[in-house]
């Protein structure tokens, strides 16, 4: 996956202690991952860079919306979307990423690019299941809602029309006679 430069932060020339950089992550950003489950996106992204002699210490936070269609009614709706996330950045000998919580750069190193922990935390963010508030407050109209209301089975008809065998009234006797 080819980098975004505008999220390759240059350590090389800050001097130790906080640095703080903002970005907004919109639409465009998922697309160069070719995710395409949002319709839209709008998230405000905060990276707080703590520089310390041997190690980066990198806090994001963000909060927005992305634009999804409903499980249910496949109706779009703004899902808000908020979370933080910490890692560490080191120094040795070759670059790995086996550690989600810990990225070892080689020694002489300038920068750190930060996209794919930005990526991996929004789309984490996302519930699985993803319900327009509209269905679950009952304002929202929609033809998918009223077939699935008009498809729902009726449970009170159903038990008054079944009779059960007489055998198995006297069994259930024995399970209350104890």
């Known amino acids: 996956m080819e980098e975004m430069k505008e999220f390759t932060i240059p350590f090389i020339g800050l001097k130790l202690g906080e640095h703080t950089f903002n970005f907004k992550i919109e639409k465009k950003f998922f697309e ?3 995710y395409e489950e949002f319709n839209d996106a709008s998230i405000n992204f905060k ?7 041997t190690l980066l210490e990198f806090y994001l936070d963000f909060d ?13 709706f703004n899902q808000g979307v908020a979370g933080n996330y910490h890692f560490v950045v080191k120094f040795g000998d070759e670059y790995n990423d086996e550690n989600e919580d ?15 922990s930005i990526y991996e935390s929004i789309v984490l963010s996302i519930p699985q299941k993803r319900i327009h508030p509209g269905v679950e407050d009952g304002t929202l109209k929609s033809e998918i809602l009223e077939k699935l209301e008009e498809l729902k089975p009726n449970l009170d008809k159903e038990s ?9 009234d006297q069994l259930k006797k024995l399970l209350t006679d104890k």
Do not use: A, F, M
């Open 102 to 116: 810990l990225i070892i750069l080689p020694h002489g190193s300038h920068e750190v690019n930060i996209q794919q």
């Open 47 to 53: 990276v707080l860079l703590d520089k310390k002699t």
């Open 160 to 168: 008054e029309n079944d009779s059960t065998d007489p055998r198995w």
């Open 64 to 76: 927005g919306h992305v634009n999804v269609n409903c499980d249910i009614t496949n109706e779009p």
């Open 32 to 34: 160069h991952y070719e």
